[in-house]
C-alpha cells in the first residue's frame, strides 16, 4: 500500500474539495491537542470551526482560507470588519504532492483585520503601473511575508493564548 501511495501524481483539488480538507486539517490539528472542534455548516458565515476545550469553560472560532501550492490567499474587503478577541483565521497551503503536509499560517482576527486594512490603504495610496493611481476593490490579500513574525502563531502559540 505504501508504495502505491509513493507513486501517485501530484493532486490538483477543486476548490470546494480544497476548502474542506483544510477545514478537517485545522479541526484534526486542534482535537490532537486536546480541544473539541466541531466544524460548522457549510452556509455558516465567518466561523467554519467552533472550538471549545474539554471543560467547555474556553471557547473560540475559527475561520480556515485555504490555498494549494500557494502562500497567498484572496480575501474580501469584509475582512476588514472581523474583529473578535477569541476569533482566529488559519490560512493552510495544501501541497498538489499528498506525501506532503499542509503549511499553517495562523493569526488572531484582531491583528489580521488592522493589518489588511491598513495595508490596502498604503497600496492605495501608492502608485500603479506607469505611475498611474491605483483604482480601489474589494479584494484584499494575505501573504504572510507582510507580516511581523510575532503577529502569526503557531499551533502551540494559538493553544497558549486560548488558555490566557
Known sequence: MEKEINNL?????????SGIAGEYYVAAELSRRGYLAAITLRNSEGVDILVSNSKGNKLFSIQVKTTQNKKKWILSKKIEDEKAKNKFFVFVNIPENINLMPDYCIINSEKLSEKIYNGHRNWLNGLGINGKIRNDSDVRQFDPKYFDKEDLLSWDGLIQLINE
Open 9 to 17: 501524481p501530484n493532486t490538483k483539488l477543486s476548490k470546494q474539495l
